[in-house]
Structures are given as C-alpha cells and as structure tokens.
C-alpha cells in the first residue's frame, strides 16, 4: 500500500517558518503524476485538509485558514512535494500529513485520500 513520508517538522515560535517535505516510501510512485493534499490534525481536533496540489500542472488550493501563509511545491527531480509554512500561528500546531488524493479543489479532503497514513510531522508553535 502506498504510504507518503513526512519531514521537517520541528517548534518554532509565532511568526516562524517551517518547510514541510513529503516523499514517496516506494520509488516506483512518481509524485508529479499525483493529486497530493496536506492535512493536520491539532491537539482535541479533527483532522482537516490543509491544501492540495495537482498532478502536473501543479495548481493549487488553500483553505482560509492558511492561504496566503502556505505555499506548497513541487521538486520533480527529488520526487518531492513542499509545504512552505511562513508567519506561523499557535492554532497551527498540529500533526502534518501528505497523502495522495483523489482531486484538487476546495472540496478534497471530504474523499478518502488513497493509502495508509504515515507517522506524520510535529509542528509545534509556541513561544
């Protein structure tokens, strides 16, 4: 079963940034040609989908919690996906994960993303 692998988490105080990595377990999957959504899931909350990216043509989306602070990426030749996370909040600490998703819009993660899901990266914004 396919299975994405998270890094770079880390604590980081209010206002900081943090970059977010997201790779394939098996070389075999090739990113560029998958729908790949971010989600989290904060301390006493839900899991909620965070942004997503599309497959080739790399478009994106951003829920209102977070557009215009996340930017997420694509590096094709490390089979890679970025969440850039700048002006980081509190409210933002959570688990981070990436999972290959059926489609890219506002609605995403309202489908069930196809694989298991990893270990995930801490993000922790405190002071």
């Known amino acids: 079963q396919v299975q994405l692998v998270e890094s770079g988490g880390g604590l980081v105080h209010p206002g900081g940034s943090l970059r977010l990595s997201c790779t394939a377990s098996a070389s075999e999957v090739n990113l560029e040609y998958q729908n790949i959504g971010w989600f989290r899931q904060g301390p006493g909350k839900e899991r909620e989908g965070v942004s997503c990216?599309?497959?080739?043509?790399?478009?994106?989306y951003y829920g209102r919690t977070v557009k215009g602070r996340f930017t997420m990426s694509r590096d094709n030749a490390k089979n890679t996906v970025y969440l850039q996370m700048n002006s980081l909040k509190p409210e933002d600490t959570a688990v981070y994960y990436c999972?290959?998703?059926?489609?890219?819009?506002?609605?995403?993660?309202?489908?069930?993303?196809?694989?298991?899901w990893g270990q995930g990266a801490q993000v922790t914004v405190s002071s």
């Open positions: 999972m290959i998703v059926v489609l890219c819009r506002e609605d995403f993660a309202a489908y069930a993303p196809f694989g298991s």
């Open positions: 990216i599309r497959d080739r043509v790399s478009t994106t």
